[in-house]
Nanobody, 115 residues
Framework: QVHLVESGGGLVQPGGSLNLSCVAS????????MNWYRQFPGKGRELVAT????????NYEYPVKGRFTISRDNKKNTVFLQMNSLKPEDTAVYYC????????WGRGTRVSVSS
């Protein structure tokens, strides 16, 4: 059974940093790309960053480019999202995602950026 479990969210001041983690189980982790999405209150989920199975390529959406870094540890079945220079508009619930025979999602971790 596929499971994705996010952690690392919390309350941080503008300009601060957080490092989100997502532990995966139930599939051959290193064979699949992993994604981070976020969802603002009352809106749909939007893609934040993607990393290939081998971890050799990553892509970022414009709002986070240069501030966020996605990485993975295939020995620990874990994908990370290092978030620096956080802004209030980064406040959202962040979800880990992968596409196997269907899309799988974690339950999310809440990030709040406020002074």
């Amino acid at each position: 059974q596929v499971h994705l479990v996010e952690s690392g969210g919390g309350l941080v001041q503008p300009g601060g940093s957080l490092n989100l983690s997502c532990v995966a189980s139930g599939f051959a982790f290193s064979n699949y790309a992993m994604n981070w999405y976020r969802q603002f209150p009352g809106k749909g989920r939007e893609l934040v960053a993607t990393i290939t199975g081998a971890g050799d390529q990553s892509n970022y959406e414009y709002p986070v480019k240069g501030r966020f870094t996605i990485s993975r540890d295939n020995k620990k079945n874990t994908v990370f999202l290092q978030m620096n220079s956080l802004k209030p508009e980064d406040t959202a619930v962040y979800y880990c995602n992968t596409l196997l025979w269907k899309a799988y999602w974690g339950r999310g971790t809440r990030v709040s950026v406020s002074s």
